[in-house]
């Protein structure tokens, strides 16, 4: 498995940009799809975005798309997530997943590592 460690999340005003980042140990991180879900209080986790090994064809829910960026470094091991535009309803908990498995990369389930999560906090 890959063990996976967020950062970059804070407060921020709404219209703010963060980065967020994702960093992952394991020599065979590059054949990992890597995934952004989100999990606002009170909330079920959903999908944000989600990226393959070789950075091609990013995907994106439709309530980021044109605001977020998804993108990795297989060198570095990490993938980023790029916020622009950002509003008070992207407020939560942000989290990189890797995973192997063939289902659609919308669901968890086709995750196996998770990280522990980043906080976005987006004020009015």
């Known amino acids: 498995q890959v063990q996976l460690v967020e950062s970059g999340g804070g407060l921020v005003q709404a219209g703010g940009t963060l980065r967020l980042s994702c960093a992952a140990s394991g020599r065979t991180f590059s054949s990992y799809r890597i995934g952004w879900f989100r999990q606002a209080p009170g909330k079920e986790r959903e999908f944000v975005a989600a990226?393959?090994?070789?950075?091609?064809?990013?995907f994106y829910d439709d309530s980021v798309k044109g605001r977020f960026t998804i993108s990795r470094d297989n060198v570095k091991n990490t993938v980023y997530l790029q916020v622009d535009s950002l509003k008070p309803e992207d407020t939560a908990v942000y989290y990189c997943?890797?995973?192997?498995?063939?289902?659609?990369?919308?669901?968890?389930?086709?995750?196996?590592?998770w990280g522990q999560g980043t906080q976005v906090t987006v004020s009015s």
């Open positions: 997943a890797a995973g192997r498995v063939r289902l659609p990369a919308s669901s968890p389930r086709a995750y196996d590592s």
């Open positions: 990226i393959i090994w070789s950075g091609a064809l990013p």
